[in-house]
Structure formats: structure tokens, C-alpha cells
């Protein structure tokens, strides 16, 4: 019997409003890639995002075109050159690794060698605002062990200091989104570690990156927008000192647990992050992330309503995913 692919839209409500420094939304748009075979589903989701050139009627078509291919046999090796890395490739990738483990009866962590999965401290997102509006969140989340905080303005020491003064025991990641520029770069590194920040998410534009190479970094930065696949790894030794992996970008966890690799064998740490997308979309970067420098796969807890059967979250912690609702 053949496979049948199938891929719906589907919308979550985000809790108030999700802001980074390219603009604000209240939902979250997902695409759900649902193959079937034999009568078992294996299911991928992922979020196209327009500032790598994604739409939602684009990636849904992307991911029909392979549904012929996918009634044939197409493998999950055979789906990387098929597809260019991003969000469709995504979701027909883990709707593969999902399948096959309902049909084999084997867990997608025995196979990727992650079996010893445990709960594990994920960041939770603090989104652009006032410095006081920030500073109140910051306060509301203090107890929370890791917070990200999105920044990427001409002056973001206020919102630093707000923050830091809110949560003093929390460890805290930046992420400027491309927001910084070469101009004020140095003075928002100097207040960062400052005020103890563990780790700087892209703050320069995608391609303007050789800056990062030329001054002495005072705290850790991580390369975001700047890293899509494994082929982009080695332009950026050195310029940033850890990269950020999302399945989005890489076109799924086939390539991902190749880039994740790679990257430790250069010496990056490594972060697992995520867009804002429901427990599915999680799923399998939780197992990539087992033994990652930091995770970032709060998603779920940004949403005013996650997907039944969803992801456990105790706080901050996150737990591995059940077999219902994935791999």
C-alpha cells in the first residue's frame, strides 16, 4: 500500500503578543505535513517565516509537490536533495521519522542515540518592549532559571539594566534579531557583560557578520540568521562562538542531527531553538537538544492554547515526547 501525504494550516493564539525588533504577531501560523501508510500517521509541523523568503502558500505547496514521490517510496535521505533546507523540508522530514517509528514500533530517540532522554531547562522568551513593560515580565518569570530576551534597538542598555535588576538570578540570553549595527555594537556587548549575560544572539545582520571577527567578544555570541546547514558552519569559526539549530532553517532533523555534528567537532556551542509553533514542532528538537549547551524551545509556553497531548512542561523544564505525539 502506498503513503498518502497531506498538509493543513492550522492556528494557535499566542498569549498577549509575541515583538521582536522585525515586528509583533498574535497568532501563530503552523503547517502540518500528516503521512499516512497502512493505517498509521506520521506527522511533521513547521512555520514558514517570511524573513527567509517563506510563505505559508508557498511552503504548502512545496510540500504537495513531493506527495507523488512520497506515494513512491521517497526516502528521508533521498527527501535532502529533493528539497531545499527550510520549513517544508521540515515537515515532510519529521512526518517521515514520526512514521516510521509508529510503523517499526522503535522510538525516534533509540535511533538517533538519545534513548537516555531526560527533562531539561529550556529558555523562556521575554518579547521586545519598554524597558519597564520588559522589566515587569522579567519580574513575573524571575524564578525561572534561563531567560531570552529580545532586544535589537539603537539603545537597549535601558532594557538590559531593567531586566537584569528583575531577575538577578536568572542566566539570560540576547537576542537582538539582526537589530544591532557595527556602531553600537561594542557599547551593547560592554552592558551585557556587564550585567551578566551569558550569551548574545545574532546581533548583526545576516552577511555583515566579519565585524564579529575584528573585536574582542566579552560575551559568548551565537549565530542565528546567519546559519542555515552544515555548509555554512565553517565561514563563521570566527566570527561567533556558538550556533543556533532550528529545524526550520535546516530543513528537518536529518540535516540538523548532521549539523549539530559538525558543529561540536568545531568547537560551536550549541543551542536548539525554535519558532513560535505548537508541541509538535517541538518534539523532535527536544531530543536534539539532549545534551546541547542551551535550549531554546519555549513555543508552547507562548501559546494561549497548545495542540492536545502536547509536550509537559514543569516550569521551565521540558520533557521528552510521549509516543502519541511524537516519533
Known amino acids: 500500500m502506498g503513503r498518502h501525504l497531506e498538509a493543513t494550516i492550522e492556528t494557535f493564539p499566542i498569549a498577549g503578543k509575541f515583538t521582536i525588533s522585525r515586528g509583533s504577531k498574535t497568532q501563530a501560523e503552523v503547517i502540518t505535513c500528516t503521512i499516512h501508510e497502512g493505517g498509521v500517521s506520521g506527522r511533521g509541523e513547521c512555520v514558514p517565516y517570511k524573513r527567509y523568503g517563506e510563505s505559508m502558500e508557498g511552503v504548502m505547496a512545496d510540500i504537495r509537490s513531493v506527495a507523488d514521490a512520497i506515494r513512491d517510496g521517497l526516502t528521508r535521505e533521498e ?184 558543529a561540536q567537532r568545531l568547537g560551536f556551542a550549541v543551542m536548539i531553538g525554535c519558532m513560535v509553533g505548537s508541541s509538535l514542532a517541538m518534539a523532535p528538537a527536544v531530543l536534539l537538544a539532549q545534551d546541547a549547551d542551551y535550549a531554546d524551545l519555549d513555543g508552547p509556553l507562548l501559546l494561549a492554547r497548545d495542540r492536545p497531548g502536547g509536550l509537559l512542561y514543569e516550569g521551565s523544564l521540558v520533557h521528552p515526547p510521549e509516543a502519541g505525539l511524537w516519533g
Open 79 to 262: 527527501l535532502q536533495s529533493r528539497m531545499q533546507p527550510g520549513a517544508a523540508r521540515n515537515a515532510v522530514d519529521c512526518a517521515l521519522w514520526d512514521l516510521d517509528a509508529k510503523r517499526t514500533g522503535r522510538r525516534v530517540a533509540d535511533v538517533i542515540g538519545a534513548s537516555h532522554t531526560k527533562p531539561f531547562v529550556t529558555a523562556f522568551t521575554l518579547s521586545l518592549g519598554e524597558p519597564e513593560a520588559m522589566a515587569a515580565e522579567a519580574r513575573k518569570n524571575a524564578a525561572r532559571p534561563l531567560l531570552k530576551i529580545k532586544l535589537g534597538t539603537d539603545n537597549d542598555e535601558a532594557r538590559l539594566r531593567a531586566v537584569r535588576e528583575a531577575a538577578p538570578d536568572s542566566r539570560i540570553i540576547v537576542d537582538a534579531n539582526e537589530g544591532w549595527t557595527e556602531d553600537n555594537l561594542a557599547h551593547h556587548m560592554a552592558i551585557a557583560a556587564e550585567t551578566g549575560v551569558s550569551l548574545i544572539e545574532q546581533p548583526l545582520p545576516a552577511g555583515k557578520d566579519g565585524a564579529l571577527s575584528g573585536i574582542r567578544r566579552l560575551v559568548s555570541v551565537c549565530a542565528d540568521e546567519s546559519v542555515h546547514a552544515t555548509k555554512d558552519l565553517q565561514n563563521l569559526r570566527d566570527c561567533y562562538d556558538a550556533v543556533n539549530i532550528k529545524l526550520d532553517k535546516t530543513g528537518g532533523l536529518t540535516e540538523a542531527l548532521a549539523m549539530k555534528a559538525e
